[in-house]
């Protein structure tokens, strides 16, 4: 059996995001792809989060960026600017650190920070769960992934 696999068309593994997906830019949610989702899954999860703030040398918390819960099994993407140009049937998008739902792109206030794209397949639908904070969501998913995989992405403001 084939792992879980995230991909993104706009920055590889352990690679810079590009600026248009961060508060530098656009700010919206790049494109992901997946693949090789287990058999049983009823549905997906993704948390997007950076563990460094709010500096890498000295972090102090791990700061959340997007949750989204309940893609559907047979989806194999997300589009760019996905709550605009369209989620999933089904698919709801949780609140991140600045208490707003959806996706807030990387803002580190200092040096190079890393965000963790991680997708979860689950042996459930998770339809109790409206507008889950991180912590919900991983509260809810417990005893219920199947399979985890994540994109690592980092991001450092540019010197103005």
């Not at 140009?85 to 206030?109: H, M, S």
Request: aromatic share 8%; net charge negative; hydrophobic share 35%.
């Amino acid at each position: 059996m084939s792992a879980l696999i995230l991909t993104s068309m706009a920055f590889a593994h352990e690679h810079a995001i590009p600026s248009q997906y961060t508060c530098e830019g656009a700010d919206v949610s790049p494109p992901l792809t997946w693949g090789a989702v287990p058999n049983g899954t009823k549905s997906l999860a993704l948390i997007v989060d950076d563990p460094d703030a709010p500096d890498p040398k000295a972090p102090k918390t791990t700061w959340v960026h997007w949750v989204v819960v309940d893609l559907p099994p047979q989806a194999t993407s997300l589009v760019e600017n996905a709550a605009v140009a369209g989620l999933p049937p089904g698919t709801r998008e949780g609140k991140n650190d600045w208490k707003k739902i959806g996706y807030g792109g990387p803002c580190p206030p200092i040096g190079r920070h890393r965000y963790y794209f991680k997708l979860y397949a689950l042996d459930c639908t998770l339809p109790q769960l409206v507008s889950p904070t991180k912590m919900e969501l991983e509260q809810a998913m417990q005893g219920h992934v199947i399979a985890e995989t994540h994109l690592l992405g980092t991001y450092e403001k540019h010197k103005k």
